[in-house]
């Protein structure tokens, strides 16, 4: 997970489609890929991803792939967007450029309280970051504060309710699963949707033999096959999908979490030149659509 800078370590919190064990099931993925990739705009995108505002966060590039994850996602310049949870604004200074001209960017957060599981002290710094939020953004982006607002879930303006094209929810899952929210949370974003908007889900991904108490949330790695569900559960299935962000190397079976991998390096006494080569977590990356009514 990602949320402003200054905790957003605490709370830690080839393009290639994800290769079904059964063929059929492939082709059709991939033939809905092949569908849904009319509007995502390349030459934009590499605008936004070569920006001087980004010299610092161009390293993770390599691990996180925005411009394959945004293209599976096909997020369009013109696009009305929802980044939920946006931590540090890793993605934020890239989307939010990426739409300004054409579309709107807007951040939707989860309500304070709802991470007082890990202290009040917590909770009044996420409110502050909240506060902030828009005009940080602005002074770093070049864009009016207006134009960048965010919003919690339990607060969001009427006026969204049915205009958005995608919303992002990038390695936030799992603490959606553990404060018990995740359900609310997805009810609240659904709402602000066009009847063929989508959800876009970037998520540490567990083995799928990992134990049921590793995959609760409190290690930051969930199992594809929950994730997929929980999102039907609440009405979505499978748009696309992409194998993009997968790292083999990642094994997630970490006493202390995908925290142990870069770039929290978990504690100080752990061998952290082992994990740096492991590099960032594993991770699922699926696009879902809302499902026929």
């Given amino acids: 997970m990602r949320y402003f800078s200054n905790y957003a370590l605490a709370l830690g919190l080839s393009t290639a489609l994800f290769s079904y064990t059964n063929d059929q099931k492939t082709q059709q993925v991939s033939a809905k890929n092949a569908e849904i990739n009319a509007s995502f705009n390349a030459a934009a995108m590499d605008m936004a ?4 505002i980004r010299n610092d966060d161009k390293e993770r590039d390599i691990f996180r792939n925005p411009k394959e994850t945004l ?3 096909d997020v369009s310049p013109e696009h009305n967007i929802i980044e939920y949870a946006p931590g540090g ?3 934020t200074r890239i989307l939010a450029p990426y739409v300004t001209e054409k579309g709107q960017y807007t951040a ?3 309500p304070p309280e709802a991470a007082i599981s890990i202290g009040a002290d917590f909770v009044e710094r996420i409110k502050k970051g909240y506060k902030n939020f828009s ?8 864009i009016e504060a207006d134009n960048l607002p965010l919003y919690t879930s339990d607060a969001i303006a009427e006026n969204l309710h049915g205009t958005v094209d995608r919303i992002l929810i990038i390695r936030m899952m799992h603490n959606l699963k553990r404060w018990g929210i ?3 949370e997805i009810a609240a974003l659904k ?3 066009k009847a063929d908007g989508m959800i876009g889900i970037v998520q540490h991904r567990a083995q799928d033999d990992a134990p049921e108490d590793y995959v609760d949330g409190n290690k930051g790695y969930l199992k594809r096959d929950d994730l997929i569900a929980f999102m039907d559960s609440q009405g979505f299935e499978i748009a696309a999908e992409t194998k993009i962000n997968e790292n083999p190397k990642d094994k997630g079976d970490y006493p202390d979490g995908v925290w142990t991998l870069p770039p929290s390096l978990g504690s100080n006494d752990i061998d952290k030149s082992k994990f740096e080569a492991i590099g960032e ?3 699922m990356t699926i696009l879902f659509k809302q499902k026929a009514i």
Avoid: H, P
């Fill in 89 to 91: 604004g890793w993605y």
């Fill in 49 to 52: 991803l070569s920006s001087d």
């Fill in 191 to 193: 709402a602000t949707l």
């Fill in 108 to 110: 939707v957060s989860f």
């Fill in 281 to 283: 977590s594993n991770r």
């Fill in 71 to 73: 293209r599976i996602f």
């Fill in 182 to 184: 995740d359900a609310q």
């Fill in 135 to 142: 005009s940080d953004q602005s002074k770093t982006l070049g």
